[in-house]
């Protein structure tokens, strides 16, 4: 417009002045910080996260989590779903922990309904829980180090999932999404001859986690890559209720399994792995030493189900299952970290309200305090460290 000019960029807002060169004659240049969008990214990667990050150069100012854009309104939807239908819904917020996310929900209940569960279902739970942990820990742990550039390892990882993968789908008939827990007990008794298979597949996950040690633990370029990188300390992961693998990377030694114990855990000799570097080669080192426990408990439990007489599997309910009027908070020790489910029942055959305290929620918003200061190219090997599903986010 006439009679106007732009202003000298070191009177704009935002601007600093930055010297180019070397000697008297260097040049001054304008620059500024940058705002860069990371995401949303499809969903049919590992979901849809934004991240907006303010950068100085290359390296981060300051990180916003935006989350929220998987929503479905879970919460709303177990409000109108009876007892049976919720866990349909349930396990699917975090896909890749199905069978832990359908146990917390039907603890809950029998809380509730002061139900007595019979002893082969807990240990059967028990066993399941565990194998299932297995499964979502050798998904991160085969994903991570393709995220860096190792491909190879990955591809073990996927091989010793399909192995446990074959025993889950056998007995219950669902390959992702298991629908396999009911109030009272499990959907079914195990098949016959299925104990001594899982024995079998859990030997044989157990003979190859040398190979992935070897191909990327010590790695000299994985190493790079992770150590001392997106360290977390035990004050912040307090702070913000980080929990699980993560949490136990920076030395804060919480487990439920072992501090309070549920299903059978308090008859298992519960070994919890921590470390105290809080970065990311300490996260891979948590996840990989937790396979080696999980598998050992899996032992423990198809040891003490062989010597188990036959026996109910879960109790017979009515056609119409009603919860008494009341409230309970069951948690577990998921595979990502501590799931929480409050419940509050007016003694109708649906909830009043079922709260779920998921562990990626924690686990993501502590980005915030941990990405600042952090480069640019080590974006993504502290992202692929925190071990989160997105859906476990949005719920």
Request: net charge neutral.
């Amino acid at each position: 417009m006439g009679g106007m000019t732009e202003p000298p960029a070191a009177a704009r807002p935002g601007r600093t002045e930055r010297t180019v060169g070397m000697g008297a004659g260097a040049k001054e240049l304008a620059a500024e910080d940058v705002i860069l969008n990371i995401g949303p990214q499809h969903p049919s990667t590992h979901g849809v996260l934004r991240l907006r990050l303010a950068l100085a150069g290359e390296r981060v100012e300051a990180a916003e989590p935006i989350i929220g854009y998987m929503h479905r309104g879970a919460e709303k939807l177990f409000e109108v779903r009876d007892y049976r239908q919720i866990i349909v819904l349930a396990n699917r917020h975090d896909w890749l922990s199905a069978f832990a996310n359908e146990l917390g929900v039907v603890l809950a209940v029998e809380r509730m309904l002061g139900m007595e569960v019979p002893v082969r279902a807990v240990w059967a739970r028990t066993l399941l829980a565990e194998l299932n942990r297995v499964l979502s820990h050798l998904m991160f742990l085969g994903a991570y180090p393709m995220e860096l550039g190792a491909v190879t390892p990955g591809l073990a990882a996927l091989r010793a999932r399909e192995t446990l993968q074959a025993v889950l789908e056998e007995v219950s008939g669902g390959r992702l999404h298991y629908m396999f827990n009911r109030v009272g007990g499990l959907k079914e008794d195990l098949p016959d001859g299925w104990p001594a298979r899982t024995a079998a597949a859990v030997g044989e996950v157990r003979r190859g986690l040398p190979d992935l040690e070897r191909l990327i633990l010590d790695n000299e370029l994985f190493l790079a890559r992770t150590k001392g990188i997106g360290v977390l300390d035990p004050e912040t992961v307090m702070q913000y209720g980080v929990s699980g693998p993560i949490a136990r990377a920076s030395g804060v030694d919480l487990d439920l399994r072992r501090d309070e114990p549920y299903l059978a855990y308090g008859e298992l000799p519960v070994r919890v792995v921590t470390r105290t570097a809080g970065d990311c080669h300490a996260r891979f080192e948590v996840l990989l030493e937790q396979v080696k426990v999980s598998l050992d408990l899996a032992d423990a439990c198809l040891a003490r189900l062989r010597s188990l007489p036959p026996g109910p599997i879960g109790q017979r309910l009515p056609k119409v299952l009603k919860v008494p009027e009341g409230h309970t908070y069951a948690w577990t020790e998921n595979p990502l970290g501590l799931n929480g489910y409050y419940l509050v029942s007016r003694g109708e055959k649906t909830p009043w309200r079922l709260k779920l305290r998921s562990a990626s929620y924690s686990n993501v918003q502590v980005l915030r305090e941990m990405l600042p200061g952090a480069l640019v190219a080590d974006l993504v090997a502290i992202l692929g460290s925190m071990f989160f599903v997105v859906g476990d986010i949005d719920r």
